[in-house]
């Protein structure tokens, strides 16, 4: 017997080799097998009797082998398998190309379910690479199989719904079936951490009956409700995460900051601009929630260049003037020494300690006298102990900001629990939202600062870019600046280096054929801080007038001198990343462009480009980038380290709202620690996901 820690090693038939390939699949033991789930399914429920296959037809049937031979094509040198079955009522043919030790197990007189695609050629109908599973031989003793007994048997490859797994490291979903079953043989009952009461009032089936199903379903009915079950409890496990961690926090102290109308009205009024509504609505809604001593988990979206740091600087100045620290997170260096020096300018006549802590840029003086600390995520969190602390500001994170409070919580001492404000220039989608942060408080800068003028948005085909090229270079004859993105590269090892050269690359291009004539800088990820930064510089004060980049620039970078955004192999991103690339030009009076430049003919990629160049709404652009390419958009690069059927099912608004009331009654009628299996599932699923 199996239990779910079994050694995957454990189950019979599994070699040196296929364990080296199980691994890469991170299948280490029983459970991570059973949860190796398939993406879809083949159906061959159709049994049908061979007189009445139709050629196009997907169907399944069940027949005794008459001959079986290998045969080898004289054009190439290909072996195909060509076999001739019978039921009772006429023969067909069946091949199959490159296997050609299926003769060893086909032989004439077995009994077999044949499922496929029947098609038609010269010699008439023909199943061609067929699934194939033996039900029984003429040839053994007492085994006689007649039609009658054979037809409508549904098995593990054939006859019904079959799973198909992502067949990565050449394990082939057959391999995988046979494992399965054998697995699922010998478990017994899986130890259900789903409290019983939530799995009855939500009509969930069991956990075991669930694997059963999804892996081996017999209708589609049968797979849904797996499906489901196992979304669920991925995504209860979340909520439960999110939730409780919400509760742990609301029952903690705060420290309420009373509001300094004076000092903000001095401070607005030293402001080169005027306040948007949105702006002074926003900064009242945080100022109030900070006043009171429980703490604020906030959520302030708006879009690129709307204007959501002087929104920040306002609640940290009245923080500070009342002898709170407050830290400042930012997701890039670059990011952090902009915000370092536009703070620096704002607070220049407020008498404020503002410190900048990156992985080269250590402060000088000891961290608890600052009154503002701006870094990375990474760093403040590991290396600052606060006094203080009363406000953390997480800028352009689109994880989880409660996970950065708790970080730096960890000081036990502190009893008080600072204020959140997350801010995030990509509108969630309202689902995900809701499962991310819970039911979190939403600020929103609803319109751009005055004198913005829309940004024109092109999709420009591969004729025109010799126009476009034309174009950028009036616009620099202007005076303006252009920004230049390189392709995304699909995230794996090597994606890095492959950015790089490929940024490197336009770079050599545009400075040598292109624009021989104009200063071109190249910003990539391989550069050091210091030199990014230099790169930064120089962007800024017009001293280069293109800038070439990987997406490093996508997030919060302020030139409002650029008018270009000229984006490269456009349809690698999704309409939210694009959205914020575009969110870097017409940032100030000047007319601004975005021109997208596509290598795919594909229609799809043409009607999604379509509306970004139409639509300015990030909500808008948000959604639809939930429905087309699913959550992962929405966690940036970085995995969101949560299971694929998990992931898919952030989809489905009906689900989460399920999911959401059972938590709520769970969290109120029981607690966690009641519920052992739960404790420490919830435990490793934390540590599954890197959120500890
Ligand atoms: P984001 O919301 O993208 O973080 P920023 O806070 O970087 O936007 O602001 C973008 C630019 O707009 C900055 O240069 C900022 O000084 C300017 N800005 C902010 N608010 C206003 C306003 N009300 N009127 C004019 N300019 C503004
Ligand atoms: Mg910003």
Known sequence: ?????SPIEALAGIGEKVLEKLRKLKIKNARDLLFYLPFRYEDFSNIKNIIDLVAGEKATVAAKILNISNKRTWKRKMII???????ATTPVRAVWFHQPYLTQTLTKGVWVNISGKVSLDKM?????NPAFEILGSENEKGLTFQEGQTLGKVGLHTGGLVAIYPETQGLTSRWLRLKIKALLDNIGDIADFLPDFIAKDFELI????????????KNNAESQEAKKRLAFQDIFLLQLYVQSEKQKIKSRPAAGVPIDVELIKKFTGSLPFRLTDSQKIASWQILKDMEKPSPMNRLLVGDVGSGKTVVAAIAALNAARHGHQIAFLAPTEILAFQHYKTASQLFANFNLKIGLLTASQKPKSNLAGFDILIGTHALIQKSVRFSNLALVVVDEQHRFGVDQRAALLKDPKHSAVPHLLSMSATPIPRTLALTLYGDLDLSLLKEMPRGRKKIITKVV?????????????????LGRQIFVICPLIEESEAALMSEVKNATAEYEKLSKNIFPHLKIGLLHGRLKPPEKAEVMRKFKSKKTDILVSTSVVEVGIDVPNASVMMIEGADRFGLSQLHQFRGRVGRAEHQSYCFLFTESPA??????LKILAESEDGFRLAEKDLELRGPGQF??????????LAMSSLKDTKLIAEVQQAVKIFLEKDKIENHELLKDRLGEFKREIHWE
């Not at 069991?206 to 379903?217: D, G, K, N, S």
């Not at 591969?462 to 620099?476: L, S």
């Not at 966690?635 to 949560?642: V, Y």
């Open 603 to 608: 229609q799809a990629t043409a009607a999604r």
């Open 206 to 217: 069991e956990l075991t009956r669930a694997l059963r199903q999804i892996h081996f379903p």
């Open 635 to 644: 966690f940036g690069r970085e995995q969101s380290g949560l299971p694929d």
């Open 1 to 5: 017997m199996f239990d779910l820690g």
């Open 81 to 87: 398998t060509e076999a001739l079955l019978e039921d």
């Open 461 to 477: 085909a591969p004729t025109n870019r010799e126009k476009a090229y034309q174009f950028i270079e009036n616009q620099v004859r």
């Open 124 to 128: 008439g109908l023909v199943f061609s």
